[in-house]
């Protein structure tokens, strides 16, 4: 069932729905920090112009644009390196195992952050459709 000829097949649907509910995922984040929605009671009054205010609007216009696969390579890069500092400065100090720091989902998104930036937006992505045009 697993050749490499159905994975061949496969691989640029799996990537899209992979950079699909990622990028879904992602931009609850950012919305929940700037629209309040869904509500998250540690974002009540953010304010727009500090670090957290910025993480959100990279998380609501980058994740929107990953998820609709719109300028995959650099917004996925740009949070990678994001997800990446979030790491050292919210979870690293906290120890040096992401399990024990609760870093785990800032390393996983920054690691699938970065393989979008090389991969690519793969199938069901305003990307592929604009360079068929």
């Not at 950079?19 to 009054?45: C, E, N, W, Y």
């Not at 979008?116 to 937006?121: K, L």
Request: hydrophobic share 55%; charged share 10%.
């Amino acid at each position: 069932m697993f050749n490499s000829q159905f994975c061949s097949k496969w691989a640029p649907c799996i990537l899209g729905l992979l950079r699909i509910v990622t990028g879904f995922l992602f931009l609850q984040h950012g919305s929940a920090k700037l629209l309040g929605m869904p509500h998250v009671a540690m974002f009540d009054g953010l304010q727009l112009v500090s670090l957290m205010g910025l993480a959100g609007v990279l998380e609501l216009v980058g994740g929107t644009l990953v998820m609709i696969g719109l300028f995959t390579r650099p917004a996925a890069f740009i949070l990678s390196g994001q997800m990446a500092v979030a790491y050292f400065m919210a979870h690293a100090p906290g120890g040096f195992l992401p399990i024990l720091n609760q870093g785990e989902l800032a390393v996983m998104f920054s690691f699938v952050f970065l393989y979008f930036s090389v991969a690519g937006a793969g199938s069901f992505s305003l990307d592929s459709m604009i360079k068929k045009s």
